[in-house]
């Protein structure tokens, strides 16, 4: 049975005690992370959030203390008091090394049984066995040092935004699903059997309703959740910082930002942002890297190879461009150093993209090597490799197809070329932007109408509004990314205030007046009484932390996250619930095997 702490308080965290406090009675409290009895010593490595500390028991400090001592084990845990001293032998690995304590009283507050995972850095276990004893996984020191930094970025923000004068309001987590792009977490009513709440994916009704209360400056730290095929680093509740403001333009939300980021990165990681961001066009970005997201840590842009390779006669380019898509292409600098093997395989890399294959010019020992060499001219073929800037030593690769396809298949291989060859090493830790003049609509073929790329209140371009008419396709939208080495961190824009325009856009997206009112009436009704222009932004708060602690796994910087398959190892959830609750909820269910 473990002791009662009694008169013990502690006075210092474990991993803070330093050479000041030589000579000072202190007690710490924490677990036991490894023990040595070499007979006349007792060394014991004590662990809290804020490091190790070495504790050293001899009879001849206190007999009972160093009986009890030798009693010890992994993961206990423990209360010591003591006097600190200077280590004989240093340890300079660790913040505490200099010092120990000779620990003179000693209460075991609890036992524990061996742990099913080790608890140190960098472990090496399966992930469902780190979230299924996700409690003793996040005693590990890494860990601790991502979630400390997590409440390090929270309270940045929190500063920040409070400085800038916004109000932190809080909104449902019970609220009216809303069609926003991905299917939504639905919530059965007791008192309205047969109805359901949602759980909100994002707060963007109630934030452009807030703008209509006429709080100007909203912010929030809230919480989402989305029903969706989970896909890397996407979990099925996730956590945004949201913010709204009125009377403001695209340039006022885009400062903000870079001076929020700028001040987060400073205050938890001591690293200066340069701003402004730079900032490239939607089709920009997808005509030189493939990608609404580009990492611009390196170059190897895209080249547009259409206007050379069309009317040559090779009827894999000129089925692409008769169809309306287009060639392009890739320079790997030194990469006719690949063997065919090689080469194949990007080839299988390329078609998991849709695409049908890719084309390949080597320039090797002074020669032109490729297999579509012969359905070209040497005119051609001298005007691809002028188009690339290909030197001897190079390798050109190509694809054919739609231009969806090629974007995207060209955009990953980029990637995946960067990745292989080493182009990241040395280049810019943090590689910031800003893509903007997104499209407004996309076009659904199968369903035969519209789709808005962001949400249905996003606004389109002043000069772009004659489009809505003629060719929506083309209508661009006040809409803007940020990009943090090709990841998405953040995106937002301005949203529509004008009660016709929103109605227009509503009749483009296929929606009935009376299906716009079914879904939208509450904020329908609300810009009856005078909305503000107004717009904002959500960052993606897990994926900011993952960038901060230099982690690519989401889950290690959400304390309790799902796997792959939205499962929770640790609660076993989603599970089975009593049928007397379904019941109450007047919910007809098969009996439960």
């Not at 009283?105 to 469902?128: C, Q």
């Not at 407004?440 to 509004?465: C, K, N, Q």
């Not at 810009?527 to 904002?536: A, I, L, S």
């Not at 960038?547 to 640790?570: E, H, R, S, W, Y």
Request: hydrophobic content about 40%; some cysteine; aromatic content about 8%.
């Amino acid at each position: 049975m473990g002791e009662m702490l009694g008169n013990f308080k502690r006075t210092h965290m474990l991993g803070l005690v330093r050479e000041e406090q030589v000579g000072e009675e202190i007690t710490v409290m924490g677990w036991v992370a490894k023990k040595r009895n070499l007979g006349s010593l007792i060394f014991c490595d004590l662990r809290d959030r804020e490091g190790i500390l070495q504790v050293v028991f001899t009879e001849d400090a206190s007999k009972e203390a160093y009986d009890k001592a030798d009693t010890l084990r992994s993961e206990y845990v423990v209360a010591v008091r003591g006097i600190v001293r200077t280590r004989e032998s240093v340890n300079d690995s660790m913040p505490t090394g200099r010092v120990e304590l000779i620990g003179s009283e000693l209460k075991i507050l609890s036992e524990a049984e061996t742990p099913p995972i080790m608890i140190k850095e960098n472990l090496d276990a399966s992930e469902n066995i780190r979230l299924k004893y996700r409690y003793l996984d996040l005693r590990r020191p890494d860990m601790q040092k991502i979630f400390k930094l997590r409440s390090k970025a929270y309270m940045s923000v929190r500063a920040f935004m409070d400085q800038e004068g916004f109000l932190e309001v809080e909104t449902p987590i019970l609220t009216k699903s809303t069609p926003e792009g991905a299917r939504d977490y639905l919530v059965p009513s007791r008192n309205y059997k047969g109805k359901f709440y949602a759980l909100p994916q994002s707060p963007q009704l109630f934030k452009q309703l807030l703008m209509v209360s006429g709080f100007d400056k909203y912010f929030q730290i809230a919480k989402c959740f989305r029903d969706e095929d989970l896909r890397a680093n996407r979990q099925p509740e996730f956590t945004q910082i949201d913010m709204e403001m009125s009377f403001i333009q695209i340039d006022d939300i885009i400062d903000l930002n870079e001076r929020l980021v700028q001040k987060v990165f400073k205050d938890v990681l001591d690293v200066d942002v340069e701003i402004p961001f730079q900032r490239i066009t939607y089709r920009e970005a997808m005509d030189r890297y493939g990608s609404d997201k580009p990492d611009l840590r390196f170059g190897m842009e895209i080249s547009d190879l259409t206007d050379i390779t069309g009317g040559t006669g090779f009827k894999v380019f000129n089925d692409a461009i008769d169809a309306g898509g287009s060639v392009r292409a890739l320079c790997l600098k030194g990469g006719a150093s690949m063997g065919r093997k090689d080469i194949d395989r990007l080839g299988e890399f390329v078609k998991t993209y849709k695409a049908k294959g890719l084309a390949y010019v080597m320039l090797k020992d002074g020669e032109v090597k490729s297999p579509i060499a012969k359905f070209l001219s040497e005119e051609t073929m001298s005007a691809i490799i002028s188009r690339m800037d290909a030197v001897d030593g190079d390798l050109v690769l190509i694809v054919a197809d739609k231009n969806e396809v090629v974007f995207q298949s060209l955009g990953a291989l980029r990637l995946e070329l960067a990745k292989k060859t080493g182009m990241l090493e040395g280049s810019e830790r943090f590689r910031f932007a800003w893509v903007t003049e997104f499209p407004l609509l996309e076009r659904d073929e199968e369903a035969g109408r519209y789709v808005a790329l962001h949400h249905p209140f996003t606004s389109p371009m002043e000069e772009d509004l004659e489009l809505l008419e003629t060719e929506p396709g083309k209508a661009r939208a006040k809409a803007y990314d940020m990009v943090l080495n090709g990841e998405e961190l953040g995106g937002g824009s301005i949203r529509i205030h004008d009660t016709s325009l929103q109605a227009k856009i509503f009749g483009l997206l296929g929606f009935t007046e009376e299906e716009a009112w079914e879904r939208f009436g509450f904020l329908l009704e609300a810009f009856k009484y005078g909305p503000p222009p107004h717009g904002g932004l959500a960052f993606g708060m897990d994926r900011l932390v993952m960038f901060l602690a230099g982690t690519d796994n989401i889950k290690d910087v959400i304390a309790f996250p799902k796997n792959q398959n939205a499962f929770d190892p640790m609660t076993e959830a989603p599970d089975r619930v009593e049928a007397v609750q379904l019941a109450d909820l007047g919910i007809a269910v098969e009996k439960q095997q």
